[in-house]
T-cell receptor, first 113, second 114 residues
Framework: EADIYQTPRYLVIGTGKKITLECSQTMGHDKMYWYQQDPGMELHLIHY???????EKGDLSSESTVSRIRTEHFPLTLESARPSHTSQYLC????????????FGPGTRLTVT | KNQVEQSPQSLIILEGKNCTLQCNYTVSPFSNLRWYKQDTGRGPVSLTI?????NTKSNGRYTATLDADTKQSSLHITASQLSDSASYIC?????????????FGRGTQLTVWP
């Protein structure tokens, strides 16, 4: 079992609210990632980080933002949630070794009403 | 364009039976291929990882094969159990970046019935 955690696991929130999805890992990995996954669809990379103070946008355009102030912590923020943001959000981390093995958290299921 | 295609999209089998899932990819330059198992509402968990030079790799009842020439992989599950019900995702990594970019298939949803 990978040591990567996400909270909350489930979130139902109204339109216009600001939300932060938490992700933390205790493996000391430099690289961290956020993916978005809709039912029956593939994972899409929305943000990634090479290390502290490094953040980049991924392949899928997202209105969310991320920060990386500490190695172990990679939160994702939506300033104003909309129904189109309803999805599953998965956080992952990698040491960059072993073929870039990525370890995934359990995910946050977000529903915006 | 780097892509990963999986078939079938869904599969229902009876407990104890075997099954094989397929993956075709166009990712280049190829680094490695993984099969992940994703239970409903959970994050993916790696089952196997194969590099260019490996043809077969086993992990318990799971056996993955790779044909790097035809860019195809398969995952064979032997003597299926109810707990095998999950989505199985084929993931290919390229050598083109230091990020370790992964390309995901949409997965095969496997349901094992008693």
């Amino acid at each position: 079992e990978a040591d990567i955690y996400q909270t909350p696991r489930y979130l139902v929130i109204g339109t216009g609210k600001k939300i932060t999805l938490e992700c933390s890992q205790t493996m000391g990995h430099d690289k961290m990632y956020w993916y978005q996954q809709d039912p029956g669809m593939e994972l899409h990379l929305i943000h990634y980080s090479y290390g502290v103070n490094s953040t980049e946008k991924g392949d899928l355009s997202s209105e969310s933002t991320v920060s990386r102030i500490r190695t172990e912590h990679f939160p994702l923020t939506l300033e104003s949630a909309r129904p189109s943001h309803t999805s599953q959000y998965l956080c992952a981390s990698s040491s960059g070794q072993g073929g870039y093995e990525q370890y995934f958290g359990p995910g946050t299921r977000l529903t915006v009403t | 364009k780097n892509q990963v295609e999986q078939s079938p999209q869904s599969l229902i089998i009876l407990e104890g039976k075997n099954c094989t899932l397929q993956c075709n990819y166009t990712v280049s330059p190829f680094s490695n291929l993984r099969w992940y198992k994703q239970d409903t509402g959970r994050g993916p968990v790696s089952l196997t990882i194969m590099t260019f030079s490996e043809n077969t790799k086993s992990n318990g009842r799971y056996t993955a094969t790779l044909d790097a020439d035809t860019k195809q992989s398969s995952l064979h599950i032997t003597a299926s159990q109810l707990s095998d019900s999950a989505s199985y995702i084929c993931v290919v990594s390229d050598r083109g970046s230091t990020l370790g970019r992964l390309y995901f298939g949409r997965g095969t949803q496997l349901t094992v019935w008693p």
